[in-house]
């Protein structure tokens, strides 16, 4: 981007000018100065008149504050899980200002209005981000949808096959199609978990049956097909009932193809995937092991390489973490399908999407805005006046290794450890207010409740 970003005049009253950073905007990347008077962003560009409270970022990056559309801080209930208030200061750790958090994993879990209203409480007292809560779909809460859309739910999740939780079953098909009308004259999405429940549970029996209960085992019952079944299934379900759909955590280069497909032929459909499937492979499953387990499963290089050409590509519409922790004691059985299923990576989004080199705007898209423009976040986003003042200060180029006392999670277990990934987030701003700074939390304000423009 050539010319000066421009803004709407130099304001009278500024609390915070961030000074000579790489401004990351959709039209490309220039050197701006930012003024932010109280939540808000006010001017963009210069001449910004000096400030006392001054931000130099000579040399970094400034991007909308990272919007993570799919985590599980397991509040209320489960909060030796993660919790939170331990979650939210990873997340703002890794630059995130924003996260939604889904259904279940919390106990009990977001499938009606009094159980939405009790995990907002939960999060308003112990969150620094802002956030924003996914509803469920389960069999029998059909009733359920309309209130959770009028409580603000920014759409709805459901799993196509176990989700491991005895109180979150899985949605079978007239559940899941009778749930995509309503939610589409709610005006939400649905977002489900797309493996094949006939696939998976049969394979799981045979492997047991067998007497096998290793890594390969495990593998072997969650094949790539799996995937790209379901996604075709719910994109056909979604297409006959006019629902927005969004597929989280595609796992390999075949499901983003049927997804595309069925864009193809007219289902409106988003496409998510996590930093662990474009880092890592099944061959790190078997070298690191239980803290590496995840449903579904890491994919061979090949899967890997071509799902990391899509996200480069464009064909990727955003990036999510996952985060799905435990405590310790449920990452170690000698029976690999008994143990949990989940990553903790909330804080390495950014640093593991940094490795591939994707360009800044390529970034952009993929962590904030599209994010904002899918699920109708107001003034998230965009680095612009009239924006919430939610950015991310990021050195693109210094490495940092993950250790155990890198991470701002409740336990201290992570496939990432020992890991030398590139870019370091230096400072966090949550409307205005800087919540992390070079490596300590500074947040003095909670944050809030984030509500869809249901269209």
């Not at 799996?226 to 056909?236: D, K, N």
């Not at 490795?355 to 705007?361: G, K």
């Not at 904002?372 to 693109?396: H, N």
């Amino acid at each position: 981007m050539s010319e000066t970003i421009r803004g709407a005049g130099i304001p009278a009253c500024r609390d915070l000018v961030i000074r000579n950073g790489q401004v990351v905007t959709l039209h490309g990347v220039a050197t701006a100065d930012i003024a932010i008077s109280g939540d808000t962003i006010s001017a963009v560009g210069g001449p910004i008149p000096p400030c006392p409270d001054e931000i130099d970022a000579t040399g970094l990056h400034i991007l909308p504050g990272l919007i993570d559309i799919h985590l599980h801080f397991n509040e209320p209930g489960r909060t030796d899980w993660e919790g939170a208030a331990t979650g939210s200061r990873a997340l703002a750790a890794g630059g995130g200002t924003l996260f939604f958090d889904m259904p279940l994993n919390s106990s009990p879990c977001t499938t009606n209005a009094r159980n939405f209203d009790l995990k907002h409480q939960a999060l308003a007292t112990s969150s620094i981000t802002d956030f924003a809560l996914w509803g469920g779909i389960i069999p029998g809460n059909l009733p359920d949808l309309a209130e959770l859309a009028d409580c603000g739910v920014i759409g709805f999740k459901a799993f196509l096959c176990d989700s491991g939780l005895p109180e979150f079953p899985r949605a079978d098909d007239l559940t899941l199609y009778e749930a995509m009308v309503a939610a589409a004259r709610l005006g939400l999405p649905v977002a489900v978990h797309a493996e094949s429940d006939e696939i998976t549970r049969l394979l799981s029996q045979r492997m047991a049956s067998e007497g096998r209960q290793d890594i390969a085992a495990f593998l072997e019952s969650r094949p790539v097909v799996a995937e790209t079944e379901a996604i075709t299934r719910a994109a056909l379900l979604a297409r006959e009932a006019g629902c927005k759909l969004h597929i989280v955590h595609i796992s390999s280069g075949k499901g983003v193809l049927a997804a595309l497909e069925a864009r193809s032929l007219g289902t409106d459909i988003t496409i998510e995937t996590c930093p662990h499937y474009l880092h890592f492979t099944d061959d790190d499953l078997h070298r690191i092991g239980a803290l590496a387990k995840c449903t579904p499963p890491f994919r061979n290089a090949a899967e890997r390489d071509a799902l990391r050409a899509q996200v480069l590509g464009g064909q990727v519409d955003m990036v999510g973490s996952d985060h799905s922790p435990c405590p310790p004691e449920m990452k170690q059985s000698s029976n690999f399908f008994g143990i949990w299923g989940g990553i903790a990576g909330v804080q390495w989004t950014v640093p593991a999407l940094m490795d591939l080199q994707p360009d800044p705007v390529r970034l952009l898209q993929l962590t904030s805005s599209n994010a904002a423009a899918r699920f109708g976040i107001a003034r998230r986003g965009a680095i612009e006046p009239g924006a919430y003042a939610d950015l991310m200060l990021l050195d693109p180029h210094s490495p940092q290794t993950v250790k155990p006392e890198s991470l701002f999670q409740r336990h201290k277990d992570t496939p990432y450890l020992g890991t030398t990934l590139r870019g370091v987030v230096r400072q966090t701003i949550r409307r205005g207010e800087v919540i992390y700074s070079e490596g300590t939390l500074t947040a003095q304000t909670p944050g809030k409740l984030v509500k869809p423009a249901r269209t």
